[in-house]
């Protein structure tokens, strides 16, 4: 049943009967039913009587006689009240119950309704608003339609309801009786009885005159007595205009803010109805010199702990207790808070009690759920009169820790990045010996040949385990990029055959795109390592399969986007972001997942150079990647790439290309500098066998004492970039002071990127990036002769 106390709207007829002077019913002398048939049939007799009387006078008073007896009768019909306006059947019984009722009563619908007022309220309300329940406490309840619908909802399920309340103008008691009728007919009986100040148990004890304030959940005042609002001088709604120091404990001693100023009172604390709490203010008095310490040590603006020999907690302020939580409470051990010592708590405890130990900060973690928070702990010893104890004073380190690891996170980053640039280097020295010795056997071996498929398996390897130095050399962020302007509409679709053979069957992968998406800048192999290596981890996630996402769009940054300690700044980017519906990573690994060789899968399954792989290439291009992730929801990986502007489509003329001569191998005399003596061998092998004139070094000392030769002629330099004592840029740029027409071939195990700047200041110079094959060193010294 839904349940409206709207005031209805009613007949100016109505108004008047229910709010008059009279009760609605009135005591008029009802008939039973044996004595109203009884007068029905004397009444037609006479009438009867009347008609064959020969005196017509005489006839005509008996008729007037039965016919004033008749309206007697039906005036005085039983079960019919003159003044009532109910209409139910049971009604006229129960407004007879409650008419000389000494308290206010009235019978209303369940639309709150008045159809009844007994003489008690017809005189307490007199002159007042009396056509519904609402309207009749109206000016004593704040909201009194919520609360007579709770009223109503319980004497609707037990039959009756009651509840206390306090007033401005006193205490009231409310209570509703249901009146048994169909569900059509509902009425109900409401008794709104006044109550004496003691009638509440004795306990707000307003005889005795003290200040009293009811207080609600939320520190709203509903209610001050007398008393108080004489002390506080007038009526307070808030219980934060009183108090400075929220919240309020039973038996402490507080400044109350009253009209003439502060006032030292005491607080008493007692419940009350409906979650409500009575406080009673009492004189203060001076506090004695321990309750002044004690309220000092709550106030202090540090977090204390007082702590027991054995690490117990004896007490300890309020702001101890905002830091540690809820876990502290007098009698709980520190150790249960706090972990991380790395050393047994009691020996430290033992320590500073016995001064073996100096004050020494110590870092630890609270052991609390709900977020990951650090403190400083220092303890003190503390003579009193029972023995000595400690004082543990607090500091939030949170903010301190984290920049540490942010900071240790940095240098373990750099130090790996180049250990891993340096490795690379080293590797890739082999590799280009291996697989360049490699190739040259495999010239003088056809396919029907016995070693054939061994010299093949020895390439597929080095050519392996050059993908895995590159990975290397991606997260150090020293590979050599060649970026180019990608649409990654046409670089997803290129992609996609691909991807879906790694995903599987029991994985769907979805791709949608931006309709006017813009051109990024990126090295195409590299960017498609990424997006294999970020499907290839959803894939992993969902054993039991699901969907993967791609998703790429355009977005603007109106201003920095900060997020993961990094800063993005506005401008217009291309966003991909790859996501899953697999297990999530917990919260805990979710800052480690960049790291290298940094893995959640089992033992064989993975690297852990995936993800930092994708984190150098996506930083090398310039662009960004975070990581959001739900554990049981999935992952999202968001790419972020500086868009580029739409290029403007121009027309050009169709020309015929010019036929042009293709140059042989063979023609040109090249210095091959190299400091490592197997990659020399191969090199100098390979040239040759194309036919050129190939003059060794070792170093660049020994390639500028062969130049010293003033005969020789030189077309093209082959060289190191990285060599011990002089590099190769360093000895170029000496040579070709007396030789500026020779062109330049600079190989190195390191990325390009490390001496860009020098390469763009030597002219008509090319980079060739170890390990290269026999055709890669042929092809590009051939180019750059021609």
């Known amino acids: 049943m839904v349940v409206g106390f709207a005031a209805p709207e009613v007949s100016l007829s109505q108004t008047t009967e229910v709010s008059s002077s009279a009760p609605a019913f009135s005591a008029r002398p009802g008939l039973s039913r044996h004595r109203f048939y009884s007068l029905l049939v004397l009444c037609l007799m006479a009438g009867s009587a009347s008609l064959f009387m020969p005196d017509r006078q005489l006839a005509l008073a008996l008729m007037a006689f039965s016919a004033a007896l008749l309206v007697i009768c039906l005036w005085a019909r039983p079960g019919v009240a003159s003044g009532s306006a109910l209409s139910a059947s049971r009604e006229p019984e129960v407004a007879r119950m409650i008419m000389h009722d000494p308290v206010p ?58 509840e206390d309340f306090v007033t401005a103008q006193g205490h009231l008691r409310i209570s509703v009786h249901a009146i048994p009728a169909p569900k059509e007919e ?29 207080v609600g959940r939320s520190n709203a005042v509903l209610y001050m007595n007398d008393a108080a609002r004489r002390l506080v001088g007038s009526r307070i709604k808030s219980l934060d205009r009183l108090f400075r120091d929220l919240p309020i404990e039973n038996g402490e001693r507080y400044e109350l803010d009253t009209a003439e100023g502060p006032q030292p009172v005491r607080v008493a604390e007692m419940p009350a109805a409906a979650s409500r709490r009575a406080l009673y203010l009492l004189p203060a008095g001076e506090p004695s010199p321990e309750e002044a310490d004690a309220r000092m040590f709550q106030k202090l603006p540090v977090p204390l702990v007082k702590l027991a020999r054995d690490g117990s907690v004896r007490s300890f302020n309020e702001m101890a207790s905002r830091l540690l939580g809820p876990r502290l409470a007098v009698g709980v051990h520190l150790s249960a808070m706090m972990e ?19 004050r020494k900060a110590e870092f630890l973690r609270l052991t609390r759920d709900d977020a990951e928070i650090f403190v400083q702990v220092t303890l003190n010893r503390v003579a ?8 543990a004073v607090l500091q939030d380190a949170t903010e301190l820790k984290s920049l540490e690891a942010q900071f240790v996170q940095s240098q373990k980053m750099q130090a790996i990045g180049q250990l891993a640039g340096g490795v690379a280097h080293d590797f890739n020295n082999l590799l280009t010996a291996i697989s360049g010795h490699c190739d040259l056997l495999l010239l003088r071996h056809d396919q029907g040949d016995k070693d054939y498929a061994d010299l093949m398996q020895i390439n597929q390897n080095a050519n392996r385990a050059a993908a895995l130095v590159g990975q290397l050399l991606a997260f150090s962020r020293k590979q050599t990029l060649r970026p180019e302007t990608l649409d990654m509409r046409d670089t997803l679709a290129d992609l996609t055959h691909l991807l879906n053979r790694l995903v599987g069957e029991k994985v769907s992968l979805s791709l949608s795109h931006d309709p006017v998406l813009h051109p990024i800048r990126a090295d195409k192999r590299q960017l498609e390592q990424v997006l ?8 992993d996630a969902m054993p039991a399969g699901g969907e993967i996402t791609i998703l790429t769009q355009n977005e603007t940054l109106s201003e920095p986007l900060i997020r993961d300690r990094v800063t993005v700044p506005p401008g217009s980017y291309v966003t991909v972001s790859v996501s899953d519906n697999g297990t999530g990573i917990p919260g805990d690994r979710l800052q480690k997942v960049f790291e290298p060789f940094y893995t959640t899968k089992r033992t064989g399954e993975g690297t852990g150079l995936g993800l930092s792989t994708a984190y150098g290439i996506i930083k090398q291009t310039g662009g960004y990647i975070f990581v959001d992730s739900v554990p049981g929801q999935g992952t999202c990986f968001t790419l972020y790439f500086p868009a580029q502007q739409l290029p403007q489509p121009q027309v050009a003329p169709a020309r015929v290309p010019a036929p042009q001569p293709n140059p042989r191998h063979g023609d040109g005399v090249i210095l091959l500098v190299e400091d490592e003596a197997p990659v020399r061998a191969f090199a100098s092998r390979a040239l040759r066998l194309r036919g050129y004139t190939v003059l060794e ?17 030189i077309d093209i330099f082959v060289t190191d970039v990285v060599m011990p004592g002089m590099d190769g840029p360093s000895w170029v740029r000496l040579a070709l002071k007396d030789r500026p027409d020779v062109r330049v071939v600079f190989v190195s195990g390191y990325a390009e990127d490390s001496f860009a700047e020098e390469q763009i200041k030597i002219p008509n110079s090319v980079f060739l990036p170890k390990p290269f094959s026999l055709t890669d060193l042929t092809e590009t010294v051939h180019a750059q002769l021609h």
């Open 105 to 162: 009563s009235f019978v209303a619908g369940s639309d709150g309704a008045v159809s009844y007022v007994n003489l008690a309220g017809q005189t307490a309300y007199k002159g007042r608003e009396t056509r519904s329940i609402p309207a009749i406490l109206k000016p004593q309840l704040a909201n009194p339609s919520g609360i007579l619908f709770r009223l109503l909802t319980r004497a609707e399920a037990s039959g009756a309801a009651r």
């Open 186 to 214: 509902a009425r109900f009986v409401w008794r709104i009885e006044p109550l004496a100040p003691r009638a509440r148990a004795g306990a707000e004890r307003e005889a005795q005159g003290l200040p009293m304030l009811m």
């Open 340 to 358: 991380g010592l790395g050393r047994s708590v009691s020996d430290w405890f033992d320590d500073t009690l016995s001064e073996r130990l100096s």
């Open 384 to 391: 009193e009169p029972e023995g000595p104890c400690l004082i």
């Open 532 to 539: 294999m290596n970020l499907v290839v981890n959803a894939r």
């Open 697 to 713: 070094a070792e170093s660049a000392e020994a390639a500028l004492r062969t130049l010293e030769d003033e005969t020789l002629e």
